[in-house]
């Protein structure tokens, strides 16, 4: 069985998510890697978790969904489910991922060792199921979609309105009764069927009844000005063209242009998405091709011209 790369050796982390019992695992498995590297973070990412009878399943983003939960209540109450508009699974492992990471660090700081970590889709998509998993606890029940809405507060959700959608944010009984006063709609407030959040949930069918035929009769910018006047939450449902050009967007600095090498023009990338002190990184490169920093890595880890041809699979110039 071939060692590790000596690229271990000088690297802090190690990240892998190959399946369990391949041979990329038991070549990169953690007590090979630290015997050797003991200062080496690894974290493993799998589909479901290292124990349990999924955990030598494959899987991907919109499996996880499935499984995890989900696409249950995403959706029309009376629609099918549906999988979130973007990788929320694949992205999720990777955030929790993160966070451990930066806690093993933490902690070698200390102690100078490393540790191993695992994470998956599976898991980080229990660990965000949040007020929903909550509910559940507490009643029993199961959840079920409710499109838009939000499963404690009422109203808050998306509209339709004369030319597009806008979502409503009521946080609290303050900010609804300046709803129903900004729409016109001062009787609702003193209704005894929406006087609270609690009640509004429980007669959340009937409260729509007299917001949704109201809003629709004028355009989304009509009704962001106006709740944004009495300081009700409010946001138009943007598409994404609209979003990247967005004076709020331009003021973040979160879309930031870069030169693509291979390409020959402009690249433009979403920013990560911290400051520090106010600054936020650069983005400094594009994307790299595949492979295009290989030799210049097996270079700067001492092997010769012909070491690295051997290893990248083609001949020596």
């Not at 898991?123 to 009643?139: D, G, I, K």
Request: without cysteine.
């Amino acid at each position: 069985m071939p060692p590790p790369p000596p690229l271990a050796a000088r690297a802090d982390i190690a990240v892998e998510n190959f399946r369990p019992g391949s041979s990329l695992a038991r070549t990169f498995a953690y007590e090979q890697l630290s015997a050797r590297h003991p200062h080496l973070v690894v974290l493993h990412i799998s589909a479901f978790g290292e124990q349990g009878p999924l955990a030598g399943e494959p899987g991907y983003d919109m499996t996880a969904q499935a499984a995890a939960g989900l696409m249950s209540l995403t959706g029309e109450p009376d629609g099918p489910p549906l999988k979130a508009g973007y990788a929320i699974g694949d992205l999720g492992a990777a955030l929790f991922g993160l966070a451990g990471v930066t806690a093993a660090l933490v902690e070698r700081a200390r102690t100078g060792r490393g540790q191993y970590l695992t994470t998956s889709l599976y898991e980080s998509q229990l660990a965000l199921h949040v007020n929903w998993a909550t509910a559940h606890f507490a009643t029993g029940e199961r959840p079920t979609r409710l499109g838009s809405g939000h499963p404690s507060l009422v109203p808050y959700q998306a509209y339709a309105t004369a030319d597009g959608h806008l979502v409503v944010a009521v946080g609290n009984d303050a900010l609804f009764r300046s709803l129903a006063a900004a729409l016109g709609l001062p009787g609702l407030a003193d209704d005894p069927r929406f006087t609270t959040n609690s009640a509004r949930v429980t007669h959340r069918a009937a409260l729509n009844a007299h917001l949704e035929p109201l809003l629709a009769t004028r355009p989304t910018a009509h009704w962001s000005a106006l709740l944004q006047e009495v300081g009700v939450p409010a946001a138009p449902v943007r598409h994404l063209d609209e979003v990247y050009a967005s004076p709020q967007t331009e003021a973040l600095g979160m879309v930031q242009t870069v030169d693509h090498p291979a390409t020959g023009g402009p690249l433009r990338q979403v920013a990560f998405p911290v400051s520090f002190h106010g600054v936020r990184p650069p983005v400094r490169t594009a994307p790299p091709a595949l492979g295009e920093h290989s030799a210049e890595i097996l270079t700067e880890l001492g092997y010769d011209e012909a070491e690295s041809a051997r290893i990248l699979g083609g001949p020596a110039s």
